[in-house]
């Protein structure tokens, strides 16, 4: 619970701070890698460093959080901190990183805001620091126990059983636990990080979902290629894309994730763009092997069907659920892409058939800007906003401004 002396001064304060939050996470960042580079080693994304989006995430947040504790100094913004501690768990985040966090955080605090930081404003900000700090802290510990790895060490060597070309630039990888012991528990729509050394000898880390259904010793991810030259953000993916083969071992952390398949039987809507398609095969795999009898309605958007990868794969699930209806929005070449696929952007609005089910559960993946367009579709046919939930590849920089 935030003190009424620090709720007093953050209120006062939070503009002023929010203004100066670009900076002040620049300047974290900034002078935390110059002084730990380690860091860089196996944790941070670099990529993200790179375009500013961990920076942009990062200063969300805390905006966020401190918004939060001045509306309801009781309540904590779960969606924030359970969206952050799945991440932080699965990079491998331990308690003594919010000490290094908390050193470099303030003093780019004191150094972009200068004598406006008095010791009272300090004291504030440090407060609600912790409280943050502690409420993660606590979420990643449930998260390593349940994972049943120890804090930090979420990783296991795994072996390529198959390579997939799924499109020219999508593969899948199916793996398998090297020591030969159970694969981990899983839920669909979950994902993990795939750590890999880069030619420079530094480790780098990305998260990719499962695509196929969680109940079998052997798991799947679908890499797409990220293209830009030499920009570093696709320099994993490429990598990846590049020299893994049949018999090689990656990296994987356990699974992690919040935005996951529910066990109830209410309406489903799967509905995503581009490689945004593999959690949502994941969740389509389950409700096959289970059985499912659940209405589901199964909305895809992409470039063409020969860049929608696991096409072929979504068709034959939908076939075998009793109750699942699948359109495709394709911008070019839908004439190919059989009966039913339609030209140009995704609209909900006039879809022939079965009316869009307004107590379904909504499952969203792809492009930030696709997602919110989508999202303004749903709450206008009067999906509940609660009823709609998304997964981001990378820092979540909507739910950071969602909750600003």
Not at 119 to 148: I, T
Request: charged share 25%; proline share 6%; hydrophobic share 45%.
């Amino acid at each position: 619970m935030l003190s009424d002396e620090s709720a007093a001064v953050i209120e006062a304060t939070l503009p002023a701070v929010g203004e100066a939050l670009d900076e002040i996470t620049t300047r974290f960042y900034a002078t935390m890698f110059a002084e730990r580079p380690e860091l860089l080693d196996g944790m941070f994304n670099r990529g993200n460093q790179a375009s500013g989006a961990q920076r942009r995430a990062l200063a969300g947040s805390i905006a966020a959080f401190a918004g939060a504790l001045l509306a309801d100094r009781d309540a904590r913004p779960e969606n924030l901190l359970g969206r952050i501690a799945h991440k932080h768990a699965a990079v491998g985040v331990t308690d003594d990183q919010y000490t290094i966090v908390h050193k470099y955080l303030f003093g780019a605090i004191a150094e972009v805001l200068g004598e406006a930081v008095t010791p009272e404003v300090a004291a504030a900000w440090d407060e609600v620091y912790w409280l943050m700090a502690a409420a993660l802290v606590a979420r990643e510990a449930r998260l390593y126990l349940e994972a049943q790895v120890e804090p930090g060490r979420p990783w296991r060597q795994w072996t390529v059983v198959e390579r997939r070309e799924e499109t020219p630039d999508v593969v899948s990888f199916l793996l398998r636990p090297a020591d030969g012991r159970p694969a981990p528990a899983a839920r669909a729509g979950q994902y993990v990080s795939v750590r890999v050394r880069m030619p420079d000898g530094v480790r780098q880390l990305r998260q990719y979902s499962l695509s196929s259904a969680p109940g079998t010793d052997v798991r799947r991810i679908t890499v797409k290629r990220v293209h830009g030259g030499d920009a570093p953000e696709g320099e994993v993916s490429n990598l990846l894309h590049r020299t893994v083969r049949e018999g090689d071992e990656l990296t994987l952390s356990a699974p992690f994730g919040d935005v996951v398949l529910d066990d109830g039987d209410a309406p489903l809507m799967l509905v995503s763009a581009g490689i945004g398609c593999t959690p949502m095969v994941g969740m389509l795999a389950r409700l096959a092997a289970t059985g499912s009898t659940r209405p589901v309605h199964v909305l895809h958007a992409d470039r063409s069907p020969a860049d929608h990868a696991l096409r072929t794969e979504t068709h034959d699930l939908v076939e075998r659920l009793p109750d699942a209806r699948l359109v495709e929005w394709y911008e070019s070449s839908a004439d190919r892409g059989g009966p039913g696929a339609r030209s140009g952007q995704m609209l909900l609005e006039g879809i022939d058939g079965p009316a869009l089910p307004a107590d379904a559960t909504v499952y969203l993946c792809g492009p930030l800007p696709f997602m919110r367009e989508i999202r303004g579709q749903l709450l206008r046919l009067g999906v509940p906003a609660r009823h709609i939930r998304y997964e981001v590849f990378g820092p979540d920089l909507w739910l950071a401004d969602a909750q600003s």
